[in-house]
C-alpha cells in the first residue's frame, strides 16, 4: 500500500503559479497527476514514468511541467499561466502501469487531493 500526501494548492489570479507536490509513502513506476473541475467527471493532466518520460493533455501542454525525485518518491507538477478553467480538485496518482495509462481506473494509489482556484 502506497500513501500519497499532496500539498501546494490555493487561490491565485489568471497568470499567476503555482507547484503542487506529492509525497509518496513508496517508489511506483508510474505517478500522475488529475484534476476534477466542479460538476465535472475526473481527467488527467499528465503522468510521468520512474524514468522520467512524460505525456500531457494538449491543453495543458507549454504551461505545465511534471517531474519527479526518485530519491524522495515525490512528484511535482509545475503550473504556469494558470487560467480560470484550470480551476479544479487536483488529485496525484501512483501506478505501476508501464504505459501511458489516461484512465484514472489504471491507476491503485490517490492522495487525497487539493484545491486549486484561479480567478480573472
Known amino acids: 500500500q502506497v500513501q500519497l500526501v499532496e500539498s501546494g494548492g490555493g487561490s491565485v489570479q489568471a ?22 473541475p466542479p460538476g465535472k467527471e475526473r481527467e488527467l493532466v499528465t503522468t510521468i514514468s520512474i524514468s522520467g518520460s512524460t505525456y500531457y493533455v494538449d491543453s495543458v501542454k507549454g504551461r505545465f511541467t511534471i517531474s519527479r525525485d526518485n530519491a524522495k518518491n515525490t512528484v511535482y507538477l509545475q503550473m504556469n499561466s494558470l487560467r480560470p478553467e484550470d480551476t479544479a480538485v487536483y488529485y496525484c496518482a ?3 502501469s508501464i504505459v501511458i495509462t489516461t484512465r484514472a481506473s489504471g491507476y491503485d494509489y490517490w492522495g487525497q487531493g487539493t484545491q486549486v482556484t484561479v480567478s480573472s
Open 15 to 36: 497568470g499567476d503559479s503555482l507547484r503542487l507536490s506529492c509525497a509518496a509513502s513508496g517508489r511506483t513506476y508510474r505517478m500522475a497527476w488529475f484534476r476534477q
Open 94 to 96: 501512483a501506478g505501476s
